[in-house]
């Protein structure tokens, strides 16, 4: 073991150097010229080569120094090193030339539309050299992976804990009663926390940043909301209130289409927790965020329906 670690220390890239010029050039002075270093230390490193192999690696003729049988074996190995070395750099620079950055997203299921079709997908088109990648998850889990590390940018709806993480823009989007057209046909200009508790219900999961709105309308109304049906999904909640089968709790952002195309609709509650529920834009608490990530935070706010200014109302109220 301890041969072969001598032998590792003695084939350093300086030593090899040495040998490989010294084969080319015939003469120890001419390689030390060439690679910049003293003819005495070039002849060092060799000497003490041989005498730590136990082999020589040079012999002097008339014509000058050639290597032996060892020597030529070692300067091989060494042409074939700087080769490999080469091929090396010239991966590592075309890498760097084609570096793909990488974005990551993690959101509410709520936002996945608005995201995807207002800024991912532009965004995209307009930097071909950025990757975004978006992870849903609950309010609890962005939170918590943008404060590890996990995710750079964070998007989350009625969010309580803001440990760990940096404030870029929170904005006022309401939580709305959402209907089928059909069942809105029957109702009122909106709804009470008395007509809610009359109706079946499908909620998001406990984790959830509306179920923690929810929670607090109950302590403070003296009820219980149950739900019929639990998802962390929102499309399963659209499905059931598409049925008709009842309603569910969302901001007008998550059911856009749907309110667009005439089969859902949204009904304002009359609660003020529900008026002043805010959507988070929200990253790492770090003092330096990348170029990428900056820019893919101003391209949301700029574009993103959930972050716009002032509530957006829906456009096919009962």
């Known amino acids: 073991m ?12 300086r030593f090899l150097q040495c040998v490989l010029e010294v084969t080319r050039l015939g003469s120890v002075r001419d390689a030390a010229r060439s690679l910049g270093l003293p003819a005495s230390l070039i002849s060092r490193k060799i000497s003490d080569a041989e005498i730590r192999y136990g082999v020589p690696l040079f012999e002097r003729t008339v014509r000058g120094i050639i290597p032996t049988e060892t020597g030529m074996v070692i300067a091989e190995y060494a042409r074939q090193q700087m080769d490999e070395n080469k091929k090396l750099l010239a991966y590592l620079s075309n890498q760097k030339r084609h570096r793909i ?14 995201l995807t079709d207002r800024a991912v997908l532009p965004f995209s088109d307009r930097h071909p050299g950025i990757r975004v990648r978006v992870t849903v998850g609950s309010t609890d889990d962005i939170r918590q992976a943008v404060s590890d590390g996990v995710s750079e940018i964070g998007l989350s709806y009625n969010m309580e804990d803001f440990n760990g993480i940096n404030m870029i823009l929170h904005t006022h989007k309401p939580l709305y009663a959402i209907l089928s057209a059909q069942d809105a046909q029957s109702a009122g200009s909106h709804m009470t926390i008395e007509d809610i508790l009359d109706r079946k219900l499908a909620l998001p999961t406990r984790s959830h940043g ?28 659209k499905r059931f209130v598409l049925s008709g089968r009842g309603i569910t709790f ?6 856009r289409a749907e309110i667009d195309a ?21 990253t790492r608490a770090q003092p330096n965020i990348s170029l990428p990530v900056q820019q893919f935070v101003a391209f949301m706010r700029e574009r993103l329906e959930s972050l716009s200014n002032g509530n957006t109302a829906p456009q096919a109220v009962a």
């Open 262 to 282: 005439g089969t859902l609709v949204a009904l304002p509650i009359e609660n003020r927790l529900c008026t002043e529920a805010s959507v988070h834009l929200f």
């Open 101 to 114: 950055h990488q974005i990551s997203v993690h959101c509410g299921d709520g936002f996945v539309e608005d």
């Open 250 to 255: 969302l901001p007008v952002f998550a059911v």
């Open 2 to 13: 301890d041969t072969i670690q001598s032998f590792d220390r003695c084939l350093d890239a």
């Open 210 to 237: 509306i179920r923690k709105l929810l929670k607090s309308i109950e302590v403070n109304h003296g009820v219980h909301i149950f739900p019929e049906l639990e998802s962390n999904a929102f499309r399963i909640l």
